[in-house]
């Protein structure tokens, strides 16, 4: 189980080896993608609290990166965490996730990617339930939801 310490130590010393890589050019991703998928997945973008489609789900399955498809976290980890966006407490593997140091707003935060191909997720906090304290606070934009 990842705790906040190991959270830390990724973003400082450098993420766990991804199982594969997708890349592609903007171009390519804008044509894959709808124009807010893109706008939060590329561009770190943030969709408004409360209007994801993943908000208040709980249907069972797993939520894979809406870019390259890499299961991320299951539907067991999610917890409603009142803030307006989807909350996990753990992902999946645990280099399915990569970790940077997100200096914006005039704040210190780590943001969280998919560790394939650097979709933007959303950011990490160590507000989440016991017992990894986690709380990957995710765009619905960033994820699908898959059977």
Excluded at 85 to 111: C, H, L
Excluded at 116 to 134: E, K, N, W
Aim: aromatic letters at 10%; proline letters at 6%; hydrophobic letters at 30%.
């Amino acid at each position: 189980m990842l705790t906040w310490k190991d959270v830390i130590h990724f973003a400082e010393k450098g993420n766990p080896t991804p199982d594969k890589r997708v890349e592609k050019t903007e171009e390519e991703w804008k044509a894959q993608l709808n124009e807010e998928q893109f706008y939060i997945t590329r561009k770190k973008g943030t969709e408004r609290a409360f209007t994801g489609a993943y908000c208040e789900s709980h249907e069972p399955g797993k939520y894979a990166c809406a870019c390259c498809g890499t299961p991320l976290f299951d539907s067991t980890v999610k917890f409603e965490s009142g803030t307006g966006w989807p909350s996990f407490t753990q992902p999946v593997k645990e280099n399915a996730i990569k970790y940077e140091k997100d200096t914006s707003f005039g704040m210190v935060r780590v943001e969280v990617m998919c560790n394939v191909c650097d979709c933007h997720l959303g950011h990490i906090l160590p507000d989440g339930p016991a017992p990894s304290g986690l709380r990957y606070c995710i765009n619905s934009a960033s994820v699908k939801l898959q059977d």
